[in-house]
């Protein structure tokens, strides 16, 4: 079984600066992704990036980015120049990649992130 | 990427009665899954829906409680049974879109009394 753990319950940063979540996951699967979502407080879910297990090049999309540390099983997002619009609560997601029905998303616990003025 | 219409957004609702939440996908899918999200805790998989197939529940979930159908590729339904006040939660429906993308309903917000 697959966990995904988030160390940081709460989080805070100054408009325009960067910061940092972190995620650790544990599996014995060897292909896989991993994913970042945001949930505002429209409770919308809302992809933020996607890394492939394969792939050694990080992801990244506009100001986000990730870590991608496969050894450490390791998956930290990095947002700069924080915009007020990015307070949310973040979850670090993980999906095997074994075919069949095998493709549900286990998620951590979440990161709430709040940029302040 | 699929868009997601759910419904209802929210209601409330008495204990010991049941709600039948929507999710219709814009596009044909093989696979829909449902999650609930309890008050400040993360997403948790009920079960997975593929069409024309009996729904695989996770640990914890029982098809009594949750009874959901999949009719056709675009469209689910999850009822929540005989509810009781720890059932108030957030229920979303998920798909797999292209490009291993997951894609979200907007939720649905329950409250019961």
């Known amino acids: 079984a697959q966990t995904v753990t988030q160390s940081q319950p709460e989080m805070s940063v100054q408009e325009a600066e960067t910061v940092t979540l972190s995620c650790t996951y544990d599996t014995s699967e060897n292909n896989y992704y991993l994913f970042w979502y945001k949930q505002p407080p429209s409770r919308q879910m809302i992809l933020v990036i996607r890394?492939?297990?394969?792939?050694?090049q990080n992801a990244t999309e506009n100001r986000f980015s990730v870590n991608f540390q496969k050894a450490a099983k390791s998956f930290s997002l990095k947002i700069s120049d924080s915009q007020l619009g990015d307070t949310a609560m973040y979850f670090c997601a993980f999906s095997p990649y074994s075919g069949g029905s095998n493709y549900k998303l286990t998620f951590g616990k979440g990161t709430l992130l709040t940029v302040n003025p | 990427s699929a868009v997601i219409s759910q419904k209802p957004s929210r209601d409330i609702c008495q204990r010991g009665t049941s709600l039948t939440i929507q999710c219709q996908v814009d596009?044909?899918?093989?696979?829909m899954f449902w999650y609930r999200q309890q008050p400040g805790q993360s997403l948790t998989l009920i079960a997975t829906?593929?069409?024309?197939?009996?729904?695989?529940?996770e640990s914890g979930f029982v098809i009594d409680k949750f009874p959901i159908s999949r009719p056709n590729l675009t469209f689910s339904t999850l009822t929540v049974s005989n509810m009781s006040p720890e059932d108030s939660s957030i229920y979303l429906c998920?798909?797999?879109?292209?490009?291993?993308?997951?894609?979200f309903g907007s939720g649905t917000r329950l409250t019961v009394v």
């Open positions: 829906a593929n069409q024309g197939s009996e729904a695989t529940y």
């Open positions: 890394q492939e297990a394969y792939k050694q």
């Open positions: 998920s798909v797999i879109g292209s490009n291993y993308g997951y894609t």
């Open positions: 596009s044909q899918v093989t696979m």
